[in-house]
């Protein structure tokens, strides 16, 4: 899978996840030893959570965020899977702007945008 290495690198530096080891040449990679991780059991939440209070089209006072970024639903996201992922599931996130995910709910989000099938 493409990116699967640059991703267990960065997975590897948080020790409780316990590395990579299912993650070597000829196995079937980084998703086949995850939980299962849906918009349905995470992503729904950790949005509400995290990133709607300004991410929402529903919303009005949107502290700055692009009126075009929203995150209503699965599809809004999956559409931006790739910046998604590099502003809020890396080590130091950038998203959202003032902290507060934690280590497990950037793992969880990079599992389901890295793991789920497209559009779950
Ligand atoms: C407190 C308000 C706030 C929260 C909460 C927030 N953002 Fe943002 N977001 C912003 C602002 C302001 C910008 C525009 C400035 C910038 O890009 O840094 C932005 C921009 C973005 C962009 C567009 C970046 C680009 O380069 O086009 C994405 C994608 C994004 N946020 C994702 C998220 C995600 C995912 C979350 C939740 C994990 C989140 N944001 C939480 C305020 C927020």
Redesign the pocket.
Known sequence: MNGSYALCFSLAMLPFLGGCAGDEPGDSGYCADVPTVTYETFGDGF?TQ??R???SSGQTVR????ED?N?DDAASVWA?KD??LA??AVDT??????GG?TVDDRYLLRVWLECAAEGE
């Open positions: 949005l995290n990133c209070t300004c991410h502290q700055g965020a692009p970024v995150f931006s910046l998604v502003l809020a996130p950038t998203m959202p702007p003032l995910t």
